[in-house]
């Protein structure tokens, strides 16, 4: 996401505030966060959310991965270390 360097400290605060965001990476008007939820559409209406913080120029999502709970059971189920 892009930023206003002046509203940095602000934003990456009200991110580390919301469940689900992690920040991975920031530059004065840069910052990369990782998104979890549920859904797509959870992403989405959060990404939307963040969009409107005062001082983001952009909020755009890069790559999305969905992994399906039953998916990830079944795979631990048959992890042996």
């Known amino acids: ?11 990456v605060r009200l991110l580390s ?3 689900g965001v992690e920040v991975h990476h920031q530059s004065p008007s840069k910052i990369i966060i990782v ?3 549920p859904e797509s559409g959870v992403l989405g209406a ?8 005062e001082g983001v120029l952009s909020a755009n999502m890069v790559f999305e991965q ?11 189920e048959s992890y042996t270390p």
């Open 17 to 19: 505030d919301m469940d």
């Open 46 to 53: 959060r990404l939307a959310e963040i969009a409107s913080f």
């Open 35 to 37: 998104l979890e939820g």
């Open 1 to 11: 996401m892009s930023v206003l360097p002046a509203h940095r400290e602000n934003v």
């Open 66 to 76: 969905v992994e399906r709970l039953a998916d990830l059971e079944k795979n631990n």
